[in-house]
Nanobody
Framework: QVQLVESGGGLVQAGGSLRLSCTAS????????MGWYRQAPGNHRELVAR???????YYTNSVKGRFTISRDDAKNTVYLQLNSPNPEDTAVYYC??????????????WGQGTQVTVSS
């Protein structure tokens, strides 16, 4: 059984900062890509940032230069640093991880979601 637990969401003022964390636990052999999606009310879930196991990073255009994704493979944890957020970044943020539980099978696992609210 694999579980992803998120933390770090909450209320932040525009221009402030916030760090989200997501830790995977359970029967994990290895983790490939990790990342974050978000979903605002009335919107589709959108990819915010992702980082494959080689350490490269990808960001959606609206967060480039403001958000930073990183990972600590020793802790099976992915982070999302939100700098200078604005009210348009208000959403529920979901982490995911592409996890191998044996050498032949892998799939994406998801966190429960954490609310980020940016006040103006």
């Amino acid at each position: 059984q694999v579980q992803l637990v998120e933390s770090g969401g909450g209320l932040v003022q525009a221009g402030g900062s916030l760090r989200l964390s997501c830790t995977a636990s359970g029967s994990i052999l290895s983790i490939d890509e990790m990342g974050w999606y978000r979903q605002a009310p009335g919107n589709h879930r959108e990819l915010v940032a992702r980082t494959p196991s080689d350490g490269t990073t990808y960001y959606t255009n609206s967060v480039k230069g403001r958000f930073t994704i990183s990972r600590d493979d020793a802790k099976n944890t992915v982070y999302l640093q939100l700098n200078s957020p604005n009210p348009e970044d208000t959403a529920v943020y979901y982490c995911y991880a592409d996890i191998f539980t044996n050498p032949y099978n892998h799939r994406a696992y998801w966190g429960q979601g954490t609310q980020v609210t940016v006040s103006s």
